[in-house]
């Protein structure tokens, strides 16, 4: 009963049931490629609502489209592939890849999206964390940085022309110095700075609709007629059918200069009209 009442409460008046977030994914630590044998932990972290807890929320784990049988808030991973998870009633949330190397040294790059202006670090790591000696980074192709022995690579502030392939090189003592060794390339893409988007998104959403209604944008006058023919842009919330002519008709008739509304609705509901 305390179950049936906690779902009912849930439920908007409209019927529809609630969404909820989508849970984050994170990972720990936070490197996208291990060597083989390693394990990292991964975390599921979604909107628990209160009314909910008198049934403790399970966690569904995804790696691939493989259903996973742990239903806790982390789990344990070595295994390569794409993971998902998804709290009761949530969308699925977003992926992580997860590789793992048989390399002697790999580059380890995070797992979570980088935006300019924000610091990019990556380190070089030797099998089982050996010291790599004369340890070099390269973006696409090119050196960008020289170390006598293992340390992560920086850049303070990313930016856009900081995207692309890293790799780093090195040798190592098994016991003895070995030949230069190199990663793998990884691929790293840096991403336009949260207010950039965000601004960019408001100025798409007000050329698409303007925030108010009636902006007029063009106004000629009829030739040999008193009256002045406007084009006006704008939403409407709720097209009211014009006293001379059915909306109908006018749907089909473009612009005209002759009397009555023809409105002719866009995608979004809103359009161009003329009176």
Same mark, same amino acid.
């Given at each position: ?6 779902? =009912? ?10 969404? #909820? ?29 209160l009314? #909910? ?16 049988p ?10 390569p ?7 009761r ?30 610091? =990019? ?13 004369? =340890?070099?980074?390269?973006? !696409? ?5 020289y ?14 022309? !900081? ?12 016991? @003895?110095?070995s ?14 700075a ?7 998104? #408001?100025?798409?959403?007000? %050329?698409?609709?303007?925030?108010? =209604?009636?902006r ?6 009829? %030739? ?7 084009? @006006?842009?704008g939403?409407y #919330? ?28 866009g995608?979004t509901?809103c ?5």
């Amino acid at each position: 009963m305390w179950e049936l009442t906690a779902l =009912l409460l849930l439920v908007p008046s409209s019927g529809q049931a609630a969404t #909820l977030e989508k849970p984050i994914l994170s990972l720990h630590p936070p490197w996208t490629t291990i060597f083989k044998g390693e394990r990292v932990t991964l975390r599921c972290d979604g909107y628990h609502p209160l009314l #909910l807890e008198l049934r403790p929320i399970s966690t569904l784990w995804y790696l691939g489209h493989l259903l996973l049988p742990s239903h806790k808030k982390s789990i344990e991973v070595q295994t390569p592939g794409v993971y998902r998870c998804q709290t009761r009633g949530a969308p699925v949330s977003d992926p992580i890849h997860l590789s793992v190397s048989n390399d002697w040294l790999i580059l380890q790059v995070p797992y979570a999206a980088v935006f300019e202006g924000e610091p =990019l670090v990556m380190r070089c790591r030797g099998w089982y964390d050996k010291v790599v000696y004369k =340890l070099h980074y390269y973006h !696409d192709g090119q050196p960008v940085r020289y170390f006598h022995s293992s340390a992560n690579y920086t850049v303070p502030q990313a930016r856009a022309s !900081d995207s692309g392939r890293y790799q780093c090189s090195g040798t190592m003592r098994i016991p @003895v110095e070995s030949a230069p060794m190199f990663s793998a390339k990884v691929a790293v893409t840096v991403q336009e700075a949260r207010h950039a988007a965000a601004v960019r998104l #408001l100025q798409v959403q007000s %050329r698409r609709a303007p925030l108010r =209604l009636g902006r007029r944008v063009h106004r000629p006058r009829a %030739r040999g007629r008193g009256a002045g023919i406007a084009l @006006v842009r704008g939403c409407y #919330l709720q097209p009211q059918r014009p006293e001379t002519q059915p909306l109908a008709a006018a749907s089909g008739a473009g612009f005209s200069p002759g009397r009555g509304v023809h409105h002719r609705p866009g995608p979004t509901g809103c359009g161009f009209g003329a009176r």
